[in-house]
């Protein structure tokens, strides 16, 4: 079983493996599940377009993120850019918030003596999306930028839904939102 927000990235459940998935599209007490099977998604770019200096340019999906019936994905995605972005997952819920304030990443370091930032930034970047819930991304930049690029990486998972004897695992995947959100 894999570790949320781990230094290799892994996928958080194996064939076999049960958790209970937590969101907006499942009961509040959860849906338990048994993964089923695992694939890679090693990469793929988002270019959302031109910025507009000190311009928030917020809600922009991305529906190529969106998976079929009972799948699961796992990702992470790197900055490629000077510009900052926030994730809402689901769309009305900003995840990455204090009750004062929002939190955001960055473009990752280049610099070879960054790679420890870079690093961290990877694994904070980590979310899930489940079946067509698209998560929404807010975008901003301090001056023009003619791209705002994004590299996603990740894991799909196959789930089953089981009941709730049938679970191995206290194991609990926020998918998306966030337990004060419900």
């Given at each position: 079983m894999g570790e949320v927000f781990s230094d290799d990235f892994r996928p958080i459940l194996l064939p076999n493996e049960t958790a209970t998935l937590k969101g907006s599209?499942?009961?509040?007490?959860?849906?338990?599940?048994?993964?089923?099977?695992?694939?890679?998604?090693?990469?793929?770019?988002?270019?959302?377009?031109?910025?507009?200096?000190?311009?928030?340019?917020?809600?922009?999906?991305?529906?190529?993120?969106?998976?079929?019936?009972?799948?699961?994905?796992?990702?992470?995605?790197?900055?490629?850019?000077?510009?900052?972005?926030?994730?809402?997952?689901?769309?009305?819920?900003?995840?990455?918030?204090?009750?004062?304030?929002?939190?955001?990443?960055?473009?990752?370091?280049?610099?070879?003596?960054?790679?420890?930032?870079?690093?961290?930034?990877?694994?904070?970047?980590?979310?899930?999306?489940?079946?067509?819930?698209?998560?929404?991304?807010?975008?901003?930049?301090?001056?023009?930028?003619?791209?705002?690029?994004?590299?996603?990486?990740?894991?799909?998972?196959?789930?089953?839904?089981?009941?709730?004897?049938?679970?191995?695992?206290?194991?609990?995947?926020?998918?998306?939102?966030?337990?004060?959100?419900?």
């Open positions: 599209q499942f009961p509040t007490e959860g849906q338990p599940v048994v993964c089923v099977a695992v694939g890679a998604l090693p990469e793929y770019y988002k270019d959302f377009g031109s910025l507009t200096a000190a311009t928030p340019d917020n809600d922009n999906e991305d529906t190529n993120l969106e998976l079929g019936s009972k799948e699961l994905a796992q990702f992470r995605m790197e900055i490629l850019d000077d510009f900052k972005l926030q994730l809402k997952n689901p769309a009305p819920v900003e995840q990455w918030r204090t009750s004062k304030e929002n939190f955001y990443l960055r473009m990752f370091p280049v610099e070879p003596d960054q790679d420890w930032l870079k690093k961290l930034l990877f694994k904070m970047s980590e979310f899930y999306v489940y079946e067509q819930d698209t998560p929404r991304f807010d975008l901003y930049a301090e001056v023009d930028q003619s791209q705002s690029r994004v590299l996603f990486r990740g894991w799909k998972l196959k789930v089953k839904e089981i009941t709730k004897e049938e679970l191995t695992s206290k194991q609990i995947i926020w998918v998306n939102g966030w337990p004060s959100s419900k």
